[in-house]
Nanobody, 124 residues
Framework: QVQLVESGGGSVQSGGSLRLSCAAS????????LGWFRQAPGKEREGVAV???????DYADSVQGRFTISQDNAKNTLYLQMNSLKAEDTAMYYC??????????????????WSQGTQVTVSS
């Protein structure tokens, strides 16, 4: 499985920005679907954004236009740039990966490799 190490969480005021990073190692397939998920207290884990091996992306409606998923292939690092943060963005954030065979979608059950998670807290 792919190993994922996440960093970049923290606390920020509403309207601020944060960038999450996810360093990957142990790739054994040539193509991967990469994603960011989040889980707020008392809520189910939500798919925030995915990046397919062809470069296409998909975002949850709640973050569309504010968050950007990207990848630095040379560094094997996935990013989530979060702008215009809102209190409702407060959650534990996780990066995830699975071999891109078939669909690349924001579906938790599709992903087999997960990071340890990092907390993002947005104060209003």
């Amino acid at each position: 499985q792919v190993q994922l190490v996440e960093s970049g969480g923290g606390s920020v005021q509403s309207g601020g920005s944060l960038r999450l990073s996810c360093a990957a190692s142990g790739y054994t397939y040539s193509r991967y679907c990469l994603g960011w998920f989040r889980q707020a207290p008392g809520k189910e884990r939500e798919g925030v954004a995915v990046l397919a091996s062809d470069g296409s992306t998909d975002y949850a409606d709640s973050v569309q236009g504010r968050f950007t998923i990207s990848q630095d292939n040379a560094k094997n690092t996935l990013y989530l740039q979060m702008n215009s943060l809102k209190a409702e963005d407060t959650a534990m954030y996780y990066c995830a990966a699975h071999p891109h065979i078939g669909l690349c979608r924001r579906r938790e059950a599709d992903f087999g490799s997960w990071s340890q998670g990092t907390q993002v807290t947005v104060s209003s």
